[in-house]
């Protein structure tokens, strides 16, 4: 299935602004992150995290000063959101405070809260969840995704590297640190919580750009060996031209499944979807403007180096033509 034929877009005239805005994008989710910090969900900031049904609607404000006055000096810390659809009148609250991490004293954060609410005379409500997490198991949780996420980073640099060429890993992995800056950045500015299922999705989103990359850079590799006298800029542009059609078609039909994950998955799914949105459209736009980028900026603009040193193709000159013709014998008349 062909999308775009003979296409001629030069992606790399636009990378010097690509990289502008990437780094625009990455410094103010960093300034919004120091300033704001990062949400942790309930899996690595442990805590108690209760979500209550009420029969009429409730105001934050109204359940904030309730969780107040049930958790002195700790009420300010919980986090108090609507969940699920606003016309459910479901309420997230979480308390970063936990009960001894053994028996039934689990559950006690959890009835606090419940009992605060009930305290304040508010609507009829019921429990309908809880999710409690010890703070050994939420720093357990949190060195191994830091683990998992470096290790996937070195893995993708050694193969690469081993399988095309130094500039070409490296390229590949600045577009995936790219991707999960960026990620981050508007996980920040969203203020969606980092749980277990946005390290999912944000593993997921790397092995999906790198695939993108690898597509690139195989078309490339391709080029250089019948395009030897063309500088890398040419190459790398008519490679990615070439690829433009998979791209989109890989791309387009990722970003719906994330998009129908976003709208119709629920509550709880919503961060792992975002992610996959946001990681999705990125490492697309990495592939071409980043690691591309990185390549042309690391081998140059001039002619390749098997161009370089190949045999130049001259016209003989006459001594040479003198040389290569063979002599005629005489014939000797009767």
């Given at each position: 299935?062909?999308?775009?034929?003979?296409?001629?877009?030069?992606?790399?005239?636009?990378?010097?602004?690509?990289?502008?805005?990437?780094?625009?994008?990455?410094?103010?989710?960093a300034?919004?992150?120091?300033?704001?910090?990062?949400?942790?969900g309930?899996?690595?900031?442990?805590?108690?995290?209760?979500?209550?049904?009420?029969?009429?609607?409730?105001?934050?404000?109204?359940?904030?000063?309730?969780?107040?006055?049930?958790?002195?000096?700790?009420?300010?810390?919980?986090?108090?959101?609507t969940?699920?659809?606003?016309?459910?009148?479901?309420?997230?609250?979480?308390?970063?405070?936990?009960?001894?991490?053994?028996?039934?004293?689990?559950?006690?954060?959890?009835?606090?809260?419940?009992?605060?609410?009930?305290r304040?005379?508010?609507?009829?409500?019921?429990?309908?969840?809880?999710?409690?997490?010890?703070?050994?198991?939420?720093?357990e949780?949190?060195?191994r995704?830091?683990l998992?996420?470096?290790?996937?980073?070195a893995?993708?640099?050694?193969?690469?590297?081993?399988?095309?060429?130094?500039?070409?890993?490296?390229?590949?992995?600045?577009?995936?640190?790219?991707?999960?800056?960026?990620?981050?950045?508007?996980?920040?500015?969203?203020?969606?919580?980092?749980?277990l299922?946005?390290?999912?999705?944000?593993?997921?989103?790397?092995?999906?750009?790198?695939?993108?990359t690898?597509?690139?850079?195989?078309?490339?590799?391709?080029?250089?060996?019948?395009?030897?006298?063309?500088?890398?800029?040419?190459?790398?542009n008519?490679?990615?031209?070439?690829?433009?059609g998979?791209?989109?078609?890989?791309?387009?039909?990722?970003?719906?499944?994330?998009?129908?994950?976003?709208?119709?998955?629920?509550?709880?799914?919503?961060?792992?979807?975002?992610?996959?949105?946001?990681?999705?459209?990125?490492?697309?736009?990495?592939?071409?403007?980043?690691a591309?980028?990185?390549?042309?900026?690391?081998?140059?603009?001039?002619?390749?180096?098997?161009?370089?040193?190949?045999?130049?193709?001259?016209?003989?000159?006459?001594?040479?033509?003198?040389?290569?013709?063979?002599?005629?014998?005489?014939?000797?008349?009767?």
């Open positions: 299935m062909h999308i775009f034929k003979n296409t001629n877009f030069d992606f790399l005239k636009w990378r010097v602004h690509a990289i502008i805005v990437s780094w625009a994008i990455i410094i103010a989710g300034v919004v992150s120091f300033k704001r910090g990062i949400p942790l309930i899996e690595f900031a442990g805590g108690t995290e209760v979500i209550v049904q009420f029969a009429q609607p409730v105001s934050i404000q109204s359940v904030r000063v309730a969780i107040d006055k049930g958790f002195p000096g700790g009420g300010s810390q919980a986090v108090i959101n969940y699920g659809d606003p016309a459910q009148h479901q309420v997230m609250i979480r308390v970063p405070t936990v009960g001894a991490e053994s028996g039934t004293s689990l559950s006690s954060t959890a009835e606090q809260v419940e009992g605060a609410l009930k304040a005379s508010l609507a009829n409500f019921n429990r309908i969840g809880t999710e409690i997490v010890g703070s050994s198991v939420g720093e949780l949190r060195s995704a830091l998992a996420t470096v290790f996937s980073l893995g993708l640099l050694l193969y690469i590297a081993f399988r095309f060429q130094f500039s070409f890993g490296l390229g590949a992995v600045v577009a995936t640190v790219h991707d999960l800056l960026i990620t981050l950045a508007f996980l920040t500015f969203f203020r969606y919580d980092m749980t299922n946005v390290i999912a999705a944000i593993l997921t989103i790397t092995g999906f750009s790198t695939n993108d690898i597509v690139i850079f195989d078309r490339i590799r391709e080029n250089l060996r019948s395009m030897r006298r063309d500088s890398m800029l040419h190459v790398i008519v490679s990615v031209n070439q690829t433009l998979r791209t989109v078609i890989t791309s387009g039909t990722a970003l719906l499944t994330a998009l129908a994950l976003f709208f119709f998955g629920g509550e709880v799914l919503h961060g792992f979807a975002f992610t996959m949105i946001v990681g999705i459209v990125t490492g697309t736009y990495s592939s071409v403007f980043i591309a980028a990185i390549i042309s900026f690391w081998r140059g603009t001039a002619p390749t180096r098997a161009a370089a040193h190949a045999p130049a193709m001259t016209s003989p000159g006459p001594q040479q033509l003198q040389r290569k013709t063979k002599p005629q014998k005489k014939v000797r008349a009767s």
